[in-house]
């Protein structure tokens, strides 16, 4: 299509008198041409589609960040100038060349103009082309349900009466939730390639020994504003919009048994409805990238450094029980390279010096903590809302954009506990017990339940576990980037049951994999129950449905 218009462009300015105008519309037109290829280009190497295709999905619900001003945090990191001036040196170079080979008078508009057309009919053709993937008889009860879900959008609810205290729990003077965005289980330190960045964030606490590492822990959704919902409610992304609605923050809980409660934003929460949705929660300090007016330097968040200067504030003034969450954003794409925290000038790449930011932000965090007298008897989660690719294709799916991407890059996140120093020895045991099994994401909320002695009413109940009780070990997790409160035109799924893996998106369609040797005899009725146990999930079993109507 680029191609085609460029023809047209050649040909208008051949035939506009005097020559300079006709050098200034080419020059003109070949930048913009050029521009656009380049968005469009990085647009579809990041996302994985064009940004026409994009556009219709993102839904930015604030009006403190301009459109202007998104536009220029993202295209900053996200289109380099380096690669914009070639390609439009490129695009000026061939219509000098055109010109000198072909000569102004031999181009004609006639001609161009069917041409770009004809282009526009290939093109669409290719996108069209390939026959359909044949299905097992296992995968054809996909199709009998109607590809498309309801939709709505995240909002405000009133959550009250959907809980009570029950049990007199376990309630540590302290509880912090740290999000580390995008931060994968296989991530290593800003300056160790050869140590992981979970054991370098038990290093900078000063006690490593305190801290668990769940070897099998799985995110519940490879989108931020499908799995941050989730994880601070405790419904799966896979359930329905009205469970979403209806379950009580984590906030709640905390709340009700006397806690200040604090939620501590690097990131905008004017995206997706997210400032609608958490309006309602019982948040005493609420902070992110919209309320203080800091600029945007990573995607749509602020520098990290300025929400942990606020969690060190509060942690210093804070009296009685703190709850608090704070969400890090220093890891997403394009990677946060700058800082009012020091930066190591050896660190060159934008990955590593992101890493640097949140390994420093731990250890401020863990300072603080000591420094109130709150370390000792906290408990702290290190945890992720989701992976994200590596920078090296080791293989094909390392280039498919993380929103449609299950690979373990990506499923598998970074998960650290410190449990409190007093807590109940069973509940210690068990939490000891469960670091083999499968872990997800959606467990944070019923094990602050279970430690807060917090039970649901009004038919309410938690998809995932307690991590302070034995969780089953075949328990199914599922993963979604798409449900009734989001939409995206590459929808991907992800069920995991211990090792085993069945996802499904549009470069590969039901996907089974297991960490044991293969096997067809054990495989096949392996996968086929995993198939099963999607066909039992409304949402799942649309989503699949879609994907192969869709794309295949």
């Known amino acids: 299509m680029v191609a085609g218009c460029f023809g047209v462009l050649l040909s208008a300015s051949a035939h506009v008198a005097p020559p300079f105008a006709g050098a200034v519309i080419l020059a003109t037109g070949a930048i913009l041409l050029g521009c656009a290829a380049t968005i ?103 199709l009998l349900v109607p590809p498309e879900m309801g939709t709505c959008e995240l909002r405000a609810a009133d959550r009250s009466g959907r809980f009570r205290l029950a049990a007199a729990g376990h309630r540590p003077e302290t509880i912090l939730i740290i999000i580390n965005e995008s931060a994968g289980q296989w991530l290593p330190a800003s300056d160790a390639p050869g140590t992981r960045l ?60 006397g806690y200040r409660t604090a939620l501590l934003m690097a990131s905008t929460l004017e995206w997706s409805n997210l400032d609608r949705f958490f309006s309602t929660a019982a948040i005493d300090d609420l902070y992110a990238a919209e309320t203080e007016g800091h600029p945007l330097v990573n995607d749509i968040g602020i520098d990290d450094a300025y929400p942990v200067e606020k969690l060190e504030a509060i942690v210093a003034e804070t009296r009685g029980p703190l709850f608090a969450v704070l969400f890090l954003n220093a890891l997403h794409v394009p990677f946060q390279a700058e800082s009012r925290f020091p930066i190591p000038a050896s660190l060159q790449d934008r990955r590593s010096r992101a890493l640097s930011i949140t390994e420093t932000a731990h250890r401020r965090v863990f300072e603080a903590l000591k420094r109130a007298g709150r370390y000792d008897d906290a408990l702290i989660l290190s945890i992720a809302d989701h992976g994200e690719r590596p920078d090296h294709a080791e293989s094909a799916r390392a280039a498919i954009s993380r929103l449609e991407n299950y690979s373990d890059w990506v499923l598998r996140t970074l998960f650290l506990v410190k449990p409190p120093r007093h807590l109940p020895e069973a509940m210690a045991e068990a939490l000891r017990g469960n670091g083999a099994r499968l872990i ?56 995991a049951r211990g090792r085993e893996r069945l996802t499904c998106d549009r470069f590969d369609f039901l996907r089974y994999e297991s960490d044991a040797p293969p096997d067809p005899a054990t495989d096949a009725p392996r996968r086929a129950s995993l198939i099963a146990e999607a066909l039992r999930t409304p949402i799942i079993n649309q989503t699949i449905a879609r994907i192969y109507r869709t794309h295949f």
């Not at 380096?82 to 390609?87: D, Y």
């Not at 099998?216 to 609605?245: I, K, Q």
């Not at 909320?445 to 307690?466: K, N, Q």
């Open 40 to 142: 469009d280009l990085s647009c579809r190497q990041h996302l994985g589609a064009s940004p026409f295709t994009i556009y219709r999905y993102v839904r930015h619900s604030g009006s403190t960040t301009s459109l202007p001003k998104l536009a220029r945090t993202y295209f900053r990191p996200f289109v380099p100038p380096r690669f914009l001036a070639a390609v439009i040196a490129a695009f000026l170079a061939m219509a000098a060349l055109a010109h000198l080979a072909i000569g102004s008078a031999n181009l004609s508009l006639a001609l161009a103009v069917p041409a770009c057309l004809l282009a526009l009919l290939v093109w669409a053709l290719l996108e069209r082309a390939g026959g359909r993937r044949p299905l097992l008889p296992e995968e054809t009860a996909f």
């Open 198 to 257: 979970a054991e370098r964030i038990r290093e900078l606490s000063g006690h490593p020994a305190d801290w668990l590492e769940p070897s099998n822990v799985v995110t519940n959704s490879a989108c931020t504003e499908v799995s941050v919902p989730s994880l601070l409610t405790g419904v799966g992304t896979h359930e329905s919009a009205e469970a979403l609605h209806r379950m009580p923050f984590v906030f709640d809980l905390a709340k009700a048994r």
């Open 440 to 495: 997800a994401n959606v467990d944070i909320a019923p094990t602050l339940a279970d430690l807060l002695g917090v039970a649901l009413d009004d038919g309410l109940a938690y998809c995932g576990h307690s991590l302070f009780q034995p969780i089953p070990p075949d328990r199914v997790s599922v993963a979604t980037s798409t449900n009734e409160c989001r939409s995206w035109f590459g929808p991907a799924i992800a069920l």
